[in-house]
């Protein structure tokens, strides 16, 4: 796997010690009001962003941490510097 | 054998160590460090195979397998390039795709009806009408492919992997190379070299023109050699294939082990901050009338097998060449003892006057401006026709050996991979890069470079730029070396030279799928005028080759074909090559066999016990049986009926504290945690955010905001990522420690199971101080902790003790000497899973698939609906499907003929499926056969008749009625005790 992902605990490590967690949506909506559909939104649905996006990491083979970082899913690489949007 | 040359300082082969290799059932010789191809061409063979389509005699033609000839068979493996793999010691060869001999295949008819056979033929003639299509598809199928495996063929050998790390990475180990990677290294980086030939030196290795300190090249080679040897920041990777280059600077790349090497392939994955690719070039294949007889061979293969391998690859040669690496091949092979007729050029002018001033030295007719355009000979070559480049004047001569070549093309594989932007240059007729991707540098050959000494300061100061990337501080030697290259000589004019003038039939583009310069014209005369097109459509370059041979040719005749001549600005353009680089086995990726199961800390003891069955479940390797009696009675029986115990340890187990532990049990877990007392354990599950049951197990409280845990087998590996990223928006203060392998764990069930445990403790164990469900930490056996649970999973009063994992072994031991009096037994996996069946345990993944909510298996009561504060995971799901209708349900059945379980897995029908059993067991215990299947839930009421269909059954059923669970003391009062 090319793909090196920056731990903040482990530092820059290759792909294989982690496992995906999915895009970056922001905490779980309040059960109060809630509809099928936004629920159905929530658990399913995916923005699937071409271009950089903000995205959940474990270290699995490491720290055992889960994290963000950001990733150009076009180019598959990790965008490093940017600041925490 | 034919005689070798002797004492040449290039040679590679050793004469003193002979080696027998069995080629179509006849024993020949060949030497250590041949390939398998030169030893075959040593024996006098010049029919390699048959090629794809047209069943045409095909031989040795490059040496670095860039095309379908020389596939072979080789003990049992089809599809061996014959070109790049070592002779080893009584190796059986076959030829591929051929009908009788290579020599007389029944199929080369097929050669004649290349009319009836134009690119896409199969679209054209064996669709109409449709239906017939199939029919035509199987006999192509047979027809088509070149090796055949054998149903009962095994890969043999050892394929390992590694993943080396490094600074830099040199991709190919020629001149350019070598001084790339001393550079590098010098400047104290660790370099990684790799080289697909056995050794270093590339084209430096077989020429024996002096360089400017007049000293040979292959001697120049043997020191830049000695020096990469000695540098110990370089690992130099002979034999090693480059597959694929990737993002961040990941090489791909597979090595193929010498006799003396611990692996037969191993895969490898390169990492490092900057690379450098110095691959040299290979030859533009020339196009003529069969191109493709045997005797027909590139420069540098002649040159090799002569330089490299001994042998004087024919005894009448014609040259048709395109450079000046040509006229050197010619005047050295002369001198070596080869009758050369003439050499054509396809240049005009250009040529180096030292090179064509030799050849006159040596009496050897230069055709200036002429070029072959024919091969003839039915089999191997007999004669060629040479003519101007015009066409109006022809020659013919006598010969077996036709040294034909284009001219160059680089091999810039490794530099289109890594996205470098590539296009056509008119001044070297080469594709090199506009523009190079971030830490990738190129160096040598492949820039059109021909000079020894360009050559190597290119390669230089590629390995200076490398460092450069890595920190190093080397701007004034980086300036130095580029001052030094432009210097001197620089990127030589290349030959444009496409194709003979004529238009035979049979001009082939592409080797291995038999595709003529024909095909391509009718393939742009449909419309597929576009390479990449023409290329999918005539399926040029396709084959196993990769496109070595059509690479380059192909763009150039697609852009000849539509008129572009050289001054034109339309581009010329590649086809994209994509990894791997070079065919390489689905073994070495597969690499090593990884069966490396957990073992819990009672395993040495189990082997020890008499009858114990292991296998493998999950990531571990448990005892299944402890009897060859596969039902288990007696096992089942002795729980029943006096005690057991089962080696549990492989339960994921946890520690959960600090301040907010408690808010994270609530999220994860779908019950009330907070009522979670001390001295109590509690059951609870986790479901998913669809509410579907994921896992469960028993929490217990420890003390002040600590709490242990336990999962099921499976989940032992998840349960902390679980818990982390459900909680990982919070700032809750707690700690997880996975204690998983730090417990062993055994489960004491069975009606006595109390009165031996009281023999091990002073602790009062009895039913009013150690209820059920309860929880008691206490020494045992002495002085040995232990954590003891009172749970009900197998339907009798039962302790499950979770032991320091170095004690475990000592308590088992305990345990099954003082049990002596009360019956003990140990029981496995099976008699565990009926004992539970007859208690309706679900087991998650046995009876629970990913789909089924908690209230669809009948766990509904786990969840506590009030603690919306808490978000627990999978509550708003478990809201939404409470009262769904038409979902699966978990029911238990009884069969209506006792001793008749149907098998796991068979489906429950009536019309159509209607749902299937889980588990079904014949019941010692109840004399019954029950089971527990998912049902749709219109089915899933008391008393209602299941048909049951088993695999291979017919017509036939099995009945069962619906039944309430538990089977087995439903009122539970067994626990209680």
């Known amino acids: ?85 | 054998m034919t005689d070798r040359l002797r004492n040449l300082p290039t040679m590679k082969v050793h004469p003193q160590t002979e080696l027998t290799l069995i080629y179509a059932g006849k024993r020949l010789k060949g030497l250590a460090s041949d390939t398998i191809a030169t030893a075959l061409y040593a024996n006098g063979v010049r029919i390699f195979s048959r090629s794809l389509k047209y069943h045409r005699p095909r031989g040795l033609y490059s040496l670095d397998g860039e095309c379908s000839n020389c596939l072979m068979d080789v003990d049992g493996i089809p599809n061996v390039r014959a070109e790049t793999s070592l002779l080893q010691d009584n190796m059986k060869v076959e030829p591929q795709n051929v009908v009788g001999t290579p020599e007389r295949d029944f199929m080369s008819f097929i050669d004649k009806l290349d009319r009836f056979l134009p690119a896409g033929f199969y679209y054209h003639y064996f669709h109409r009408p449709y239906r017939l299509w199939p029919f035509f598809q199987n006999r192509l199928r047979k027809a088509a492919g070149l090796g055949r495996l054998k149903p009962s063929f095994r890969m043999k050998g050892i394929f390992d992997e590694i993943y080396p790390r490094a600074e830099v990475c040199v991709i190919g180990a020629g001149p350019a190379g070598m001084q790339a990677a001393l550079a590098a290294a010098t400047q104290g980086l660790r370099v990684i070299l790799l080289e697909a030939r056995p050794w270093p030196g590339g084209f430096f290795d077989y020429r024996s023109t002096n360089d400017v300190s007049d000293i040979p090249l292959h001697q120049r080679a043997r020191q830049l050699a000695d020096k990469i040897e000695e540098n110990r920041n370089i690992r130099f990777f002979p034999g090693t294939f480059m597959t694929g280059f990737y993002s961040n600077n990941l090489i791909t790349a597979f090595q193929v082990g010498k006799e003396t090497d611990y692996f037969d392939e191993r895969y490898m994955e390169i990492r490092v901050e900057s690379v450098i690719v110095a691959t040299g070039c290979m030859e533009r294949p020339a196009i003529f009338d069969h191109n493709d007889r045997p005797g027909i061979m590139q420069v540098a293969c002649a040159h090799r097998l002569a330089r490299t391998y001994g042998l004087l690859p024919g005894k009448r040669a014609i040259f048709s060449i395109g450079d000046d690496l040509g006229l050197e091949a010619a005047m050295d092979l002369f001198d070596l003892g080869l009758p050369i007729l003439c050499v054509a050029d396809t240049r005009s002018d250009g040529q180096a006057p030292g090179l064509v001033e030799g050849l006159e030295e040596r009496g050897i007719p230069f055709m200036r401006g002429w070029t072959v355009s024919t091969a003839h000979g039915s089999r191997t070559l007999k004669k060629v026709t040479l003519c101007t480049l015009d066409g109006l004047e022809n020659r013919d001569f006598k010969c077996d050996l036709l040294v034909a070549s284009a001219g160059l093309t680089p091999s810039a594989g490794p530099l289109f991979l890594a996205q470098a932007r590539m296009s056509y240059d008119r001044f070297t007729g080469f594709f090199l890069p506009d523009e190079m991707p971030q830490k990738v540098h190129a160096a040598g050959r492949l820039l059109g470079l021909q000079d020894p000494l360009s050559i190597e300061a290119s390669g230089r100061l590629a390995g200076l730029s490398a460092a450069a990337d890595c920190g190093a501080l080397v701007k004034v030697l980086i300036k130095e070396a580029r001052e030094l290259l432009e210097q001197l000589p620089g990127p030589v004019r290349g030959s444009k030279f496409i194709q003979a003038p004529g238009s035979g039939r049979k001009r082939f583009v592409c080797f291995d799928e038999d595709v003529t310069v024909k095909n391509i014209y009718q393939a742009c005369d449909l419309g597929f005028d576009h390479v990449e097109l023409v290329k999918r459509f005539s399926t040029a370059g396709l084959g196993p080759g990769q496109g070595g041979i059509p690479g380059h040719n192909l763009p150039l005749i697609v852009a000849q074909y539509r008129r572009y001549d050289g001054d034109s600005s339309d581009p010329i353009l590649p086809t994209t090559i994509r990894p791997p680089l070079v065919p390489a086995y689905l073994a070495t990726y597969a690499g090593k066999s990884r069966n490396h199961p957990k073992r819990t800390p009672l395993h040495e003891t189990m082997k020890k016990t008499p009858g114990a069955v292991f296998r493998r479940t999950g990531s571990w390797q448990r005892v299944r049986y402890f009897t060859h009696d596969f039902q288990c009675r007696e096992e089942i029986e002795t729980v029943r009926n006096h005690v057991g115990m089962i080696d549990v340890s492989t339960l994921g187990k946890f520690r959960v504290f600090g301040p907010d532990a408690l808010h994270a049990l609530q999220r994860v877990y779908v019950g009330d945690m907070s009522k979670v007392k001390e001295g109590k354990v509690k059951y609870s599950a986790m479901c998913n955010e669809d509410g579907c049951l994921m896992d469960d197990g028993v929490v217990v409280k420890t003390g002040e905001n600590d709490y242990y845990l336990t999962s099921s087998t499976n989940r032992a590996d998840s349960t902390a990522e679980w818990i982390r990223y459900h909680t990982r928006y919070e700032v809750w203060n707690f700690s997880l420690v996975n204690l998983t392998d730090a417990f062993g764990a055994i489960n004491l069930a069975g009606s006595r199971s109390r009165e031996l445990l009281q023999t091990l403790t002073d602790e009062d164990l009895s039913n009013n101080t150690f209820p059920y469900a309860g929880y008691k930490e206490f020494r045992i056996g002495g002085d040995i902790p232990v954590r003891a649970m009172r749970l009900g999973f197998l339907g009798e009063l039962s302790y499950e003790l979770h032991i320091p994992a170095s004690y475990t072994r000592t308590i088992w031991d305990m345990l099954l000497e003082e049990g002596r009096p009360f019956h003990i037994q140990p029981f496995g996996l099976e008699a565990q899973n009926v004992l539970r069946l007859e208690k309706g345990h679900v087991i998650i993944g046995q009876e629970s698939e990913i789909r089924n909510t908690l209230h669809d298996l009948g766990l509904g009561f786990l969840w506590n609906r009030e603690k919306s504060l808490y978000k627990t995971v999978g509550a708003p799901a478990l809201h939404f499907t409470e009262r769904q209708n038409g979902r699966m349900k978990l029911v238990g059945f009884r069969m209506e003929d006792p001793r008749r379980p149907p098998k796991d897995g068979s489906i429950i029908v009536d019309t159509r499926i209607r749902g299937h059993v889980c588990t079904a067991r014949y019941s010692f215990t109840l004399g019954q056969s029950i089971g527990l299947a998912h049902v749709h839930s219109d089915l899933a009421d008391i008393g209602t008749r299941l048909e049951i269909l088993e695999d291979d059954m017919g017509s036939k059923r099995l009945y069962a009625e619906v039944v309430p669970t538990p089977f087995y003391d439903p009122d539970g009062k067994r626990l209680k005790i």
């Open chain 1, 1 to 85: 796997m090319s793909l090196t992902i920056s731990c903040p605990i482990c530092g820059k490590r290759d792909g294989y010690e982690f496992r995906f967690g999915g895009e970056e949506r922001g905490p779980r909506p309040d059960e109060e009001g809630l509809t099928h559909e936004q629920w159905c939104s929530y658990v399913h649905m995916r923005i699937n962003k071409a271009g950089i996006q903000r995205e959940w990491w474990y270290h699995q083979e490491g720290c055992g941490s889960w994290f963000t970082i950001e990733r150009d899913t076009l180019t598959n690489l990790e965008v490093e510097g940017r600041e925490e949007t």
